[in-house]
């Protein structure tokens, strides 16, 4: 079944158009690997296959309901102060929210409120929890500890700052928040770049 559709696709920057009439389909399943000298429009057409950058002309179409993770070939130039098992954990950002809701229904319901509305935020409370759980919200630590361990990424830098890894370790970190959402269709921009032979 095809995954990703690309037909007739162009892209000007407004001095002449990068790239036109680009077409291609991707089965599930199946790799491709974009190849061409600097300049080309590798990234920006990831970057439309992603979304990022506007279509001048043609059309993507991607599997309704498939979820699509994107490294950016930059990720090691972004900033970002929080441990980096914080940012493994942005891949969860719906069950995090929901993690955020129940840890706050429960300090509600530990403050004291009247009986009506305690049954209210306890029902409430209770789905809650059913839903998180349903979604794989106690799975969360044991997916990302599966991911460090496959990416070989060291696990004394969980709780250092983002900030203060290397190229390559930012790299392998952005690496692996992409693979934790589970992604249908995953893109790729140049994902050796800082990374040494081992982490290849």
Do not use: W
Request: hydrophobic share 35%; aromatic share 6%; net charge negative.
């Amino acid at each position: 079944m095809i995954i990703l559709d690309v037909n007739k696709l162009e892209k000007d920057f407004g001095y002449g158009k990068l790239f036109e009439d680009v077409s291609f389909s991707l089965n599930e399943g199946e790799s491709i690997s974009i190849v061409g000298p600097n300049g080309c429009g590798k990234s920006t057409l990831l970057k439309l296959i992603a979304g990022i950058e506007r279509i001048d002309g043609g059309q993507i179409s991607i599997k309704k309901g498939a979820k699509v993770a994107y490294l950016d070939q930059t990720g090691s130039s972004i900033k970002d102060d929080r441990p980096v098992y914080e940012v493994l954990k942005d891949a969860f950002s719906e069950l995090k929210e929901m993690e955020q809701e129940i840890n706050s229904l429960q300090k509600k319901m530990e403050s004291g409120i009247e009986r009506i509305e305690y049954d209210k935020v306890l029902e409430r409370y209770c789905n809650l929890m059913e839903r998180f759980s349903m979604a794989g919200g106690y799975d969360m630590e044991t997916n990302i500890n599966t991911v460090v361990e496959g990416l070989k990424i060291d696990k004394n830098i969980l709780n250092q700052s983002y900030n203060d890894l290397s190229g390559g370790e930012k790299t392998l970190v952005q690496l692996g928040k992409a693979l934790l959402i589970k992604p249908d269709l995953i893109l790729l921009d140049e994902p050796t770049n800082h990374l040494d032979l081992r982490s290849i």
